[in-house]
């Protein structure tokens, strides 16, 4: 195991950032998918994700319900809180205390009316792209994943079903305004409520990195009965009740 003041050459550095992106990405994630992934023989993957923990940019992911001892499944990764302040670009900081600002001159709406402004602007740039998809939510979500991938977000996709309603479940690995939307969670409601304008579907929002989740989860639902929202009707109840277990 690497100690403070190990050289680390350039190749190994690189190697190493490219293990904690696809941890942001594909986590949870074990050391023989890593292995598949990048090409590195077990004994490479192992001290990279040694490295990593030891610098607390990764952890170990206990699936809920797993079992210990004999049997255990094989240990998973997700980005730790000091990996996603490595993989960050924008000037958080500086942003909270501008926010701060602001709701303290100007009062909490403002920054909501700012959030609200700033998704705008990422949804005008994807709706294009998603009328291309079609009507079908699967196909729409496919789409927003990519765009969102390229933003930054590492975003994924995979089915997910119980009982009579089935949807996608969308996750992003990785959030370039995490500090702010952990003060200002204005911000998450607002990419919410553009998700769910976007995918033509009421979308649920599960976790969120500035919740302190390892991952951003969000329910799009593909069923007939979550198509058709309405006041009242309990769908937001049902759906509450079957994806209790889908952002683990």
Known sequence: MERDG????????????????????????????????????????RRHLDALVEQGAITEHEPVGARRGRGR???????????HRALETDYDALAVDVLRFLKEQVGSGAVSEFARERIAALEERYAARLAEAGDDPSARTEALVTALTEDGFAATARPVGAGGLTGVQLCQGHCPVQQVAAEFPAFCEAETDAFSRLLGVHVQRLATLAGGHHVCTTFIPTAELARKPRVGSGVDQETDHITEGFSS
């Open 73 to 83: 499944p094989a240990r998973a990764y997700v980005v730790a809180a000091a990996g």
């Open 6 to 45: 190990d050289a680390v050459t350039p190749l190994e550095s690189r190697t190493r950032s490219r293990v904690l992106h696809l941890v942001s990405t594909d986590g949870p994630i074990t050391a023989a998918e890593l292995g598949r992934e990048l090409d590195l023989t077990p004994a490479a993957v």
